[in-house]
C-alpha cells in the first residue's frame, strides 16, 4: 500500500530532551515535507526537500533540523524542544517538487512540557 | 509575501449546496490545491485548478479567477462526512515550489 509514515504518533516529552520524528514514504518520491499545524494557524511548513541530499528552510525553521540521506526517509529532528513546539506535525510527500498533489502522514502530536 | 484568506466557519444543512472561498495576494503561483481534514486525521488531496474555470470532480467542484485572486470549492448534496476543515493552497512560483496554506474553513453540517 502506498504511503507516508511517522513515528511516534504520540509523544509526551520535557524541555530540552533532544528528540526525533521519523517519516518514510514507499513511493519513491522526489520531494518531502514537514509541517506543524496550530489551531487557527493552518499548515506552516518547517522544511522542505527536493531530492536526496538537498534541503531548504519552510516559514518556521527555528527549533527544527531535518536530514534527507536516502529517498524514503525525512526524519525532523527537535535538539532542544521548547513548550512552543507542542503542536501536530506532519510529513508529506509529491512524486516530484512541482506536483500538486501532497501525500500526508498520519501525524505525530508532540507535547513538550 | 504570499497570504489566503479563507472564512474560520461555514455551516450548512444536509443535502445542501455550500461554497467555500478562498482569497489571495500573492505575486504569482502555479495553481490552487482543495485538501480535506477530518477531526484527527490527515489533510488529504481533494482538486487542483491550474487554470481559470471550473473543475468537477463529482459532489465536488473547485474554480479559479486569477484576475480577481479569487477561488472556491463547492461541495454539493452535502452528506454528514462531508464536516471536516477544508484547506485552500496555492505552490509558490517565487520561493521554490513552496506550497502556502490557508488557515482553512471548518464546514459544519446539520441533518
Known amino acids: 500500500e502506498a504511503q507516508v509514515t511517522q513515528n511516534p504518533r504520540y509523544l509526551i516529552t520535557v524541555t530540552g530532551k533532544k528528540l526525533t520524528v521519523t517519516c518514510s514514504q514507499n513511493?519513491?518520491?522526489?520531494?518531502m515535507s514537514w509541517y506543524r499545524q496550530d489551531p487557527g494557524l493552518g499548515l506552516r511548513q518547517i522544511y522542505y526537500?527536493?531530492?536526496?541530499?538537498?534541503?531548504d528552510k519552510g516559514d518556521v525553521p527555528e527549533g527544527y533540523k531535518v536530514s534527507r540521506k536516502e529517498k524514503r526517509n525525512f526524519p525532523l529532528i527537535l535538539e532542544s524542544p521548547s513548550p512552543n513546539q507542542t503542536s501536530l506535525y506532519f510529513c508529506?510527500?509529491?512524486?516530484?517538487?512541482?506536483?500538486?498533489?501532497?501525500?500526508f502522514g498520519p501525524g505525530t502530536r508532540l507535547t513538550v512540557t | 509575501g504570499q497570504s489566503l484568506e479563507q472564512p474560520s466557519e461555514v455551516t450548512a444543512v444536509e443535502g445542501a449546496i455550500v461554497q467555500i472561498n478562498c482569497t489571495y495576494q500573492t505575486s504569482g503561483f502555479y495553481g490552487l490545491s482543495w485538501y480535506q481534514q477530518h477531526d484527527g486525521g490527515a489533510p488529504t488531496f481533494l482538486s487542483y485548478?491550474?487554470l481559470d474555470g471550473l473543475e468537477e470532480t463529482g459532489r465536488f467542484s473547485s474554480f479559479l479567477s486569477r484576475s480577481d485572486s479569487y477561488g472556491y470549492l463547492l461541495l454539493q448534496e452535502l452528506q454528514m462526512k462531508d464536516s471536516a476543515s477544508y484547506f485552500c493552497a496555492v505552490r509558490d512560483i517565487d520561493s521554490n515550489y513552496q506550497l502556502i496554506w490557508g488557515a482553512g474553513t471548518k464546514l459544519i453540517i446539520k441533518p
Open positions: 526537500s527536493m531530492n536526496v541530499e538537498v534541503t
Open positions: 513511493m519513491n518520491h522526489e520531494y
Open positions: 508529506a510527500s509529491s512524486s516530484t517538487p512541482d506536483r500538486y498533489e501532497q501525500y
Open positions: 485548478n491550474a
